[in-house]
């Protein structure tokens, strides 16, 4: 389908006016086009054989000669020639947020931008301030917003991916074709985010495989249709890409395409210094190249010399190192966690009840949960008063009465106010089985005061666990300037844990941060933070945080059963 080539023409055409100042009638007859388009429920080409196009709204005479001959010729001749005149930096710059046609051409012609990196070092070099025609933030707004452009191109969440990943699979596994899959690259290797999935499978019929890929309704493009490799783009955008190998290469291929890239020019290094060779095919020995391995990745990296290196940590961070010496943790899992110390229920911003998010954990196989609403001074998300507070420790306890098979903690997700005290009194505070504090305000303070508040929360000897402790909404927000190094310190000379949020959009703190956590000695708890059931499943991608951080079992409170976990936060 050529709709959206079509649509985006029209965008660019609207761009390429506005940058020449055109009449704005005509810039957004070009725009309304493009939407409408974009929004078209069938085939462009199948509209243009009826000779329908001036049915679409927004399309008049000009603009459906202007479709019929791209789809006779493949070109747009006016495109073309306003292209020509157009430098192509110029349509870049106004892709950055809050930078319109008027400041980018002022900006080119002043400063001769020749790409984006270019007007970033300027921006960087102060040339742009004091410009005539340009206001006092305009500088600092467009280095934010080449920094958001470049960590937001092209990459999706891990849980974005996750899902669409599993479409694909589930899709494919249903054919008999299908002996072996598996997902690699970032998505296996548990990244935060991931660019592109990669899928592999064993089949003899690579050629059937390929036909019902490509022809999945997920499918908006097929971007590569080949005999044992194809990828396409679903209809959210993401592209997919699937490779059929055969059995005997299978575990060398997993290797391979799971990477990370600096993993495996190690893993090839280490080949090369035992004289054999290491590719997507296997590992092979001698002038004739024999292979002595490729069918399993336990046998891949045996013939290296090495033991089995779980995905998560293959980023070439000491891992090759570490499974040398045979000293490789052993991961934590996910059958490893026992409970939830962080979930919501009705009684603040969650949808359901304390008794429904308990059952639904029960489901799970957890042995507790802590209900962890939130404070008052939280209003926004109806943080509990000093009475309602009392009110639901006390409903708690009848519940647990009533309950059996899960234990239901009385919790709180308390308020670090702006001068580090609690936004409940220590009476209060000493009645709960947990706390958790987090910052909910003033994101933006200098990062010493952030630290401050964090470290005087962390000294208070209710505190159990930090949440959320850098604040990061990946997408949304940066994470804020506090001190990571400064709050693990304090957080073991306190006792205090971590948290390890499995909310996709934070998974905070991160998995380098849990690996400094680890090496401090600190503890940290993986918890949802769930508003609703759906949300336990998030605690896989808490635990993929975990793995990456090379956590164990022992690193992580949560593993714990209660009793246990009671006695350490009691130790405090
Ligand atoms: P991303 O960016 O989130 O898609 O990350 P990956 O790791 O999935 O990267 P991708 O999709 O470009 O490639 C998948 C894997 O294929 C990668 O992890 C390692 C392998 N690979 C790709 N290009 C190269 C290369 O040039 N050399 C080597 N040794 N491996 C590569
Ligand atoms: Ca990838």
Redesign the pocket.
């Known amino acids: 389908m050529k709709n959206l080539e079509m649509a985006r023409i029209f965008n660019e055409i609207a761009d390429m006016l506005e940058l020449q100042d055109e009449n704005l009638f005509r810039i957004r007859a070009y725009r309304r086009a493009a939407l409408n388009l974009e929004s078209l429920g069938e085939d462009l080409e199948e509209v243009v054989r009826r000779d329908e196009l001036r049915k679409i709204p927004g399309i008049g005479a000009d603009l459906a000669l202007k479709i019929k001959t791209f789809f006779e010729t493949g070109r747009v001749d006016f495109y073309e020639k306003i292209k020509k005149k157009t430098p192509a930096v110029l349509l870049e710059m106004i892709t950055i947020p809050g930078m319109g046609p008027k400041t980018a051409k002022l900006l080119y012609s002043k400063l001769k931008i020749r790409s984006i990196p270019d007007l970033e070092k300027k921006a960087r070099a102060h040339k742009i301030s004091g410009l005539p025609g340009i206001k006092d933030k305009t500088e600092e707004n467009i280095i934010k917003g080449i920094e958001f452009i470049k960590k937001k191109k092209g990459?999706m969440l891990l849980s974005t991916a996750a899902y669409a990943a599993n479409e694909v699979l589930e899709r494919l596994k249903r054919l008999k074709e299908v002996k072996k899959i598996s997902p690699?690259?970032?998505?296996r290797?548990q990244?935060e985010?991931?660019?592109?999935i990669?899928i592999l499978v064993i089949s003899t019929k690579p050629a059937k495989v390929m036909k019902t890929f490509t022809a999945l309704p997920q499918v908006k493009e097929v971007l590569a249709h080949g005999p044992t490799k194809s990828g396409i783009l679903t209809k959210d955008d993401i592209q997919v890409?699937v490779r059929v190998m055969e059995k005997g290469s299978f575990g060398a291929a997993l290797v391979?395409?799971?990477?990370?890239?600096a993993h495996?020019?190690r893993l090839?290094k280490l080949a090369i210094e035992k004289g054999l060779k290491v590719n997507e095919y296997g590992v092979f020995k001698g002038k004739r190249e024999k292979r002595i391995a490729g069918k399993t990745e336990g046998e891949v990296y045996e013939s290296l010399g090495l033991v089995y290196i779980p995905p998560e940590l293959r980023e070439d961070q000491g891992e090759i190192e570490a499974a040398l010496e045979k000293r490789l943790p052993k991961l934590l899992e996910l059958k490893d966690i026992k409970g939830d110390l962080h979930v919501h229920s009705d009684w603040s911003d969650g949808r359901y009840s304390i008794e429904g998010m308990a059952e639904a954990a029960r489901k799970r196989g957890y042995e507790y949960i802590a209900i962890t609403d939130h404070s008052k001074g939280l209003k926004i998300a109806g943080g509990l008063s000093n009475k309602e507070r009392l009110k639901q420790i006390d409903e708690i306890h009848r519940i647990n009465r009533r309950l059996k098979g899960i234990k239901v903690l009385a919790g709180a997700e308390v308020d670090i106010r702006d001068n580090g005290s609690l936004d409940y009194s220590d009476d209060i505070l000493k009645k709960l089985d947990v706390v958790i504090a987090a910052v909910h305000s003033g994101f933006k303070q200098p990062g010493e005061k952030l630290t401050k508040r964090i470290v005087t929360a962390m000294k208070n000897r209710y505190v159990d666990i930090i949440a959320h402790p850098t604040g990061r909404l990946m997408g949304t927000r940066d994470a804020y300037q506090i001190d990571t190094e400064e709050v693990l310190k304090v957080a073991k000379d306190t006792d205090t844990a971590i948290e390890i949020n499995a909310y996709p959009e934070r998974l905070d703190l991160n998995d380098i941060g849990c690996r400094r956590a680890k090496e401090l000695g600190v503890l940290l708890a993986i918890s949802t933070d769930a508003h609703i059931t759906e949300q336990f499943d998030n605690m896989r991608y808490g635990v993929g945080v975990a793995r990456r951080g090379w956590l164990e079992r022992r690193d992580v409170l949560n593993t714990l059963s209660w009793d246990k976990v009671r006695e350490r936060l009691k130790a405090k």
Not at 184 to 187: D, E, P, T, V
Not at 256 to 261: A, H, N, P
Request: hydrophobic share 25%; aromatic share 10%; charged share 40%.
């Open positions: 990459r690699a690259g970032s998505l290797r990244k985010t991931v660019r592109d990669d890409d391979y395409f799971t990477g990370s890239k495996n020019i090839r």
